[in-house]
């Protein structure tokens, strides 16, 4: 039998819960020994290039192409995963939920303390940028999602023991402490 | 403004446990509660700005902003609904200019909606400036509206007063009692300070074994032994307190009402019984604001009890000091839970307390205090005059005495009815002549939505308890929207927001079947919420979170089907917008709203 295929991404998140996947130190020998990569920032591979078996997202959707890469892993991946606060809950990138949309990108590129010179008061809008959208999305709104993993980030353990039971078919069993945030 | 509001807090005591009575004479005076108020309301009783505004901000009738001249608070519960708040909502917009939640330019009008104001048989119903207007129709609130442009007082606005108490002088309200059916216990003869002087030259002891004898459990729906409370506080040392609970704040429930109009020297002495009882030499009556109309009245009551001696230092000679004031409310239905209740009663938000400790151990002012139903003092009086025995042979084993049920809705007969525990659901819909049922909401929102198969359960604690309230839904009424979404609706507006589950679920429950009604929902969503509710049962510190799923849980449970019919049996389904949601920071960035995809 072929051996399981993962992809990743990282939306509206910062990299951290990716970050986590790596800490996993050197078990991730044994992983690449039990699946194969596909579209991912760890081997660099840009577009999906075959159906997977897994897929792994953090972060939240904050604008159009955030919400295109979603619906393609959905369409690639038979299970979906969110990973860490961002993905399930929008997380930080969230706090400007409430906020109207003007009103952060005039803080953003004309009136806040860092904008420096903005003369013409441009604001990004070329044709090929992404469109901010009005919400930070948690996944599950936009796609179904099959699995949740908390935590910021979720610790390497967990993603560990996770993707482990995953495709190994064993029963996850997660100590206390790797969903123990306080 | 600063004289007037020192002359407030002068009067109100200037303590801080008085805080509630400082912020309603000033909302009072001033229309609002001003900033400047707040600063100097709080270096007068020496607390904290931050304590003064959290009070503030936490009660519906605190306003930052002045409310008009004519502050219109019309009824948005369930009933009211039903009996066509829609229409008289539209026809006050209509007349006054202006949407709910504003007020006229001038000053002179604002129009609020909020929580049921206890007028479940005479709906639509209305406060306004504390002055009760019923049964409300188009026709009326033309009339009244031009009678605010005129600069009329409100009071002059009342066409004709209701019956008994409700034509006293102190009252002059047209607030209707609509007793349908009178009882030996509540309703019956009363004689007022007979059983007073019989319990005062009885051992306090004898006083509880008598109540314990009659098995009377608590009215106001938990449902606790009476007896065995008052037993638990007359244990605990030093000053304790007795407290009447007339928050009567559950969507449909005003029997408490009619009880205040009616009997409320029965209620007193209920209480004086208690006080002695249990060794307490203060009763405190806290009363929702939204029956302020009868608070001169009760004080009136008060006084007439303390010039006949049976209130007052050595009350009928027999050497018991005790006296009783009356606290009000603000606009809170949590403030119904006897621990948020306290809160409220010490001047602070209403939010629950933890217990252990109860408040038979650590109540009111951390001393221990019984709080008991307005229906429960008034039992317990008819229990001490004619014996407990005498109270237990009425009902069921378990339910003892008759419960005054407060119903409302599709029948014909609304209204007060003081029965016997243990009559079944279809014997009350005869007796209030109600035909084509669909269902029958026992206890209030917080109860369970009965379905015609289960008409021949029993209202009583063991089978369907009840604190009062009785809604009967027609089969013309769409169950899911008018009953389900507006109990969610009052739900997340009243929960004080303390537990995380509490604030949160109730606004995703209510935004779960506001998704149902408007033809979104889809079949997981239904176990979701049982199952969501279920959480929110098992993490809320108090009664509200625990009861506040139950309008989803209960009517998924016993009216699956009609769910079933609205729903999408999809797996999932994405309310997402694309074009919706990037309209906005394309206007703000200057580009065409396209998505390439």
């Not at chain 1, 591979?45 to 972060?59: A, M, N, R, V, Y």
């Not at chain 2, 009329?152 to 008994?164: L, N």
């Not at chain 2, 659901?425 to 007796?431: F, G, R, T």
Request: a negative charge; glycine letters at 8%.
């Amino acid at each position: 039998m072929s051996k399981p295929i993962i992809a990743t991404a990282s939306l509206a998140g910062c990299f951290g819960c990716h970050m986590s996947l790596l800490d996993i130190d050197d078990r991730i020998l044994k992983l690449i020994e039990l699946v194969e990569f596909n579209k991912s920032p760890i081997d660099d591979i840009k577009t999906f290039t075959k159906q997977c078996d897994i897929g792994l997202i953090e972060g939240g959707c904050c604008n159009t192409e955030n919400i295109e890469v979603l619906k393609e892993f959905r369409k690639h991946c038979k299970i979906l995963i969110s990973v860490g606060e961002c993905a399930i809950m929008g997380g930080l990138p969230a706090m400007r939920n409430g906020i109207p949309v003007k009103e952060c990108l005039d803080e953003a590129y004309l009136d806040g303390p860092t904008v420096g010179e903005n003369k013409e008061k441009i604001m990004p809008n070329d044709e090929e940028l992404p469109i901010i959208t009005d919400k930070v999305y948690p996944l599950h709104e936009i796609v179904k999602v099959d699995y949740y993993l908390p935590g910021c980030p979720p610790s390497a353990d967990l993603l560990w023991e996770a993707l482990v039971a995953l495709v190994t078919g064993k029963e996850l069993e997660i100590p206390y402490e790797l969903i123990k945030f306080d | 403004m600063e004289e007037k509001i020192k002359s407030i807090i002068k009067t109100s005591g200037n303590s801080p446990d008085r805080l509630m009575d400082i912020l309603l004479s000033v909302q009072k005076e001033f229309r609002c509660v001003p900033e400047e108020a707040v600063s100097l309301i709080a270096s007068a009783l020496g607390i904290s700005e931050a304590d003064v505004n959290q009070t503030k901000t936490f009660y519906h009738f605190f306003s930052s902003k002045p409310v008009g001249k004519y502050a219109v608070y019309l009824n948005n519960a369930a009933v009211s609904g039903m009996m066509g708040m829609a229409e008289v909502a539209d026809e006050f917009e209509k007349q006054a200019g202006i949407k709910f939640g504003e007020t006229t330019p001038d000053g002179l009008i604002s129009l609020d909606y909020t929580a049921c104001i206890g007028m479940s048989d005479q709906e639509p119903a209305a406060l306004i400036n504390s002055v009760v207007f019923t049964e409300l129709t188009r026709e009326k609130v033309k009339e009244i509206v031009a009678g605010m442009k005129e600069g009329k007082t409100v009071e002059s606005m009342v066409p004709e007063y209701g019956d008994g108490n409700n034509a006293h002088p102190l009252v002059k309200s047209m607030v209707k009692n609509n007793i349908r059916k009178a009882g030996p216990v509540c309703l019956g003869d009363y004689d007022a300070g007979k059983t007073l002087s019989k319990a005062l030259s009885m051992n306090p002891k004898d006083v509880i074994s008598e109540v314990q004898k009659s098995n009377l459990r608590g009215r106001g729906g938990a449902g606790f032994p009476t007896g065995l409370k008052w037993l638990f506080c007359s244990q605990e040392s030093g000053e304790r307190y007795v407290i009447c609970n007339a928050d009567e704040g559950e969507p449909g429930t005003f029997k408490d009402r009619v009880l205040l109009t009616e009997r409320a020297k029965m209620i007193f002495e209920g209480m004086t019984i208690a006080g002695w009882a249990i060794g307490a030499k203060e009763g405190i009556v806290y009363l929702r604001y939204e029956y302020d109309y009868l608070l001169k009245f009760l004080n009136s009551i008060l006084d007439e009890m303390r010039e006949k001696n049976m209130l007052g230092k050595n009350i009928m000679g027999k050497g018991f000091d005790y006296d009783i004031r009356i606290q009000s409310g603000a606009g809170a239905y949590v403030c119904g839970e006897e621990s948020a209740l306290i809160e409220s009663t010490e001047g602070k938000r209403g939010e629950p307390r933890n217990r252990p400790p109860f408040p038979t151990q650590s109540g009111y002012n951390e001393k221990p205090t019984i709080i008991n139903n307005v229906e429960t003092f008034c039992s317990a009086v008819k229990i001490v005059e004619k014996g407990g025995e005498w109270f237990s042979n009425m009902g069921t084993e378990e339910s003892s005495g008759t419960k005054l049920l407060s119903i409302s809705g599709d029948c014909k007969q609304p209204g007060v009815y003081e029965v016997e525990w243990g009559m079944t659901i279809k014997e009350m819909l005869d007796m209030v002549d109600a035909t084509d049922v669909q269902a029958v909401q026992v206890a209030g929102p917080s109860g369970v939505c009965v379905p015609p198969s289960q008409f021949s359960r029993k209202i009583a604690i063991e089978d369907l308890a009840t604190g009062g309230s009785m809604i009967v839904v027609g089969k013309q009424r769409d169950l899911i929207k008018d009953i389900v979404l507006n109990f969610m609706e009052f739900f997340e507006d009243e929960s004080c927001g303390s537990c995380i589950t509490c604030r949160s679920f109730n606004m995703i429950l209510r935004r779960m079947v506001e998704k149902i009604v408007e033809g979104r929902g889809i079949k997981p969503d239904l176990d979701n919420m049982v199952q969501w509710g279920e959480i929110m049962r098992n993490t809320s510190r108090c009664g509200l979170g625990q009861t506040s799923a139950n309008p989803v849980s209960t009517t998924i449970s016993n009216f699956r089907e009609l769910y079933e019919s609205k729903v999408k049996d999809v797996d999932f389904q994405s309310d997402f917008d694309m074009k919706k949601a990037i309209i906005e920071s394309c206007e703000a960035v200057g580009r065409p709203p396209v998505v390439h995809e």
